[in-house]
């Protein structure tokens, strides 16, 4: 490992930056390192203006993942190696607003019942009853499920922050059948490699799997679970404030935006035009 990169490594940890986001900001400015074959101290705005548009021309990153490799070299140009130009300089690419995949309670149940595996069934499930995203499930200990209290203690999630998440009574029930069955110790769904937890990548591959055998058409991931978790919840009266501590956000317009307007309702809503008298 080069000085530099120990140095940028610290500097991350002092930040308190999490371990798969050392790990992306590191892979980014090493491959900025090999698009050029130099050092990355020796480049400026210019080269970093034409890795980003090689990232994208070439590459095909999408906006979210060309954000991400921005901020890698932001941090790494404004902390481990100041450059005598201002930082400022690096372009943001602007994030696209979309309306994300929600999936009904009908095809909820339609895909859930899809999964054959009793663990890939528990992971799954929690991910669409408590809202967790991938890697706070996948990191679950098996004394974090609270079942006198019902609830589930989120142990350093998204921001290094600790929560809670709701344990529903059914869910209780399929994590218990799931234990007996596996009787893990430590991790609740631990990986093949002893000691460590399941990989995030394992989940999406199941999930991938388990939407071809319910034959949904729409895209599903274990997010699209967390985001029907939080739609549903709205459209069931749940207050936006609720929503936002279950989903661990730090900001209620973050919430606001994940969680739009229910279908159902735009659909209760009427169109002016069927208010105008008949001519």
Known sequence: MTPLRRRFIEDMKIRNLSAATQEHYVRYVAQLARFFGKSPEELGPEEIRSFQLYLVEERGYCANSLMVATCALKLFYRVTAPRDWAVEEIPVPKQPRRVPVVLSRGEVVQFLDAIASIKYRAILMTAYATGLRVREITHLRVGDIDRRRMVIRVNQGKGRKDRYAMLSPRLLVVLRAYWQQARPTDWLFPGDKPGKPLA??????????????????????????RHSFATHLLEGGTDLRTIQVLLGHNSPRTTARYTHVPLQHLQRTQSPLDTLSQT
């Not at 995030?200 to 679970?225: D, E, I, M, Y």
């Open 200 to 225: 995030a990548s394992c989940v999406q591959r199941a999930c991938k799997q388990a939407r071809r055998a319910s034959g949904l058409s729409k895209r599903v991931t274990p997010h699209t679970l």
